[in-house]
């Protein structure tokens, strides 16, 4: 009877032993992933976050994009300026306002999301919801020159009030600016209404292309290309070959635009 108390204690003894063993290891390949994730998130890539061992099979696993965080100050784009400019007509359409925010004489924005010490050009995207249109500002990182990198920095709205016949003008800034819920900078503008379509007197001017029968407005963006020098040497020896070590260098620099997308 001693025999069998002691087999089944030593039994109870080795099992603790292996659940011991077992919960060691699973903690130890818990923390071995948690600081996979901290390396990969550290990195700026794409952190995967493994299922529980005891979840059942098929679990879609946990996804977390890292992304760089992107904080900028107001002063970075003049929105109050870019308001102004569609108020007072000193652009004619979202081309001409495209152009006057990205030159850099206008002193409008100094965005530089990548941090590579050049200003990001900025694209104007139109979107109608219904008797609004929203233009969207997206700021390239020049570092990229991808299409499908950018950050929206900012918005202008146009809404058409049916009721009361005004065009409301709503400028904000986008999340990624600091304070961005506190500014705003607003206007508003009388429109005329005509079988519930919004009319604009005479069709000229940035109100009259706004409201003009037309596809959606997306902006295109041109990369300056690289500087390229050619050396040409021209022997001036006649018969050729009658001088030696007698040539002129010349150095014709070419610009052109490189990658442009809508």
């Known amino acids: ?12 003894a080795l099992a603790g032993c292996d659940a ?17 994730v901290a390396v990969k998130a550290e ?12 979840a059942p099979k098929g679990d879609a696993k946990v996804v977390a994009n890292v992304d760089v965080k992107v904080e900028l100050k107001p002063d970075a784009l003049d929105l109050e300026t870019v308001t102004y400019l569609i108020k007072k007509g000193k652009v004619k359409d979202a081309d001409a306002l495209e152009k006057k925010i990205n030159n850099p004489k206008e002193k409008l924005h100094h965005i530089d999301i ?6 990001d050009k900025i694209q104007i995207v139109e979107v109608k919801e219904g008797d609004t ?50 500014i705003v900078y607003d206007y508003t503008t009388p429109i005329v209404v005509k079988n519930d379509v919004v009319v604009v007197s005479g ?12 596809p959606a407005y997306v902006g295109v ?21 009658h001088c030696k070590h007698h040539h002129k260098h010349h150095k014709h620099k070419h610009k052109g635009k490189g990658k442009h997308w809508h």
Request: hydrophobic share 45%; net charge negative.
């Open 221 to 241: 963006i041109v990369w300056d290309a690289p500087s390229i020098v050619i050396d040409v040497h021209h022997d001036d020896c006649w018969p050729p070959g």
């Open 133 to 182: 249109i929203i233009f969207e500002l997206h700021a390239f990182p020049s570092g990229k020159k991808d299409k499908d990198n950018f950050v929206i920095v900012g918005y202008i709205n146009f809404t058409a009030d049916k009721t009361t016949n005004v065009l409301i003008v709503k400028a904000t800034y986008a999340p990624v600016f600091i304070g961005y819920e506190t």
């Open 1 to 12: 009877m001693k025999q069998s108390i002691l087999s089944l204690s030593l039994l109870a």
């Open 203 to 214: 069709g000229i001017g940035f109100y009259g292309w706004l409201y003009a029968p037309r």
């Open 43 to 54: 990195a700026g890539g794409e952190a995967v976050v493994a299922a529980e061992a005891d």
């Open 114 to 119: 990548d941090g590579d010490g050049k200003i």
């Open 20 to 36: 011991a063993i077992i919960a060691n290891q699973r903690a130890a390949a818990e923390a071995e992933a948690e600081a996979d």
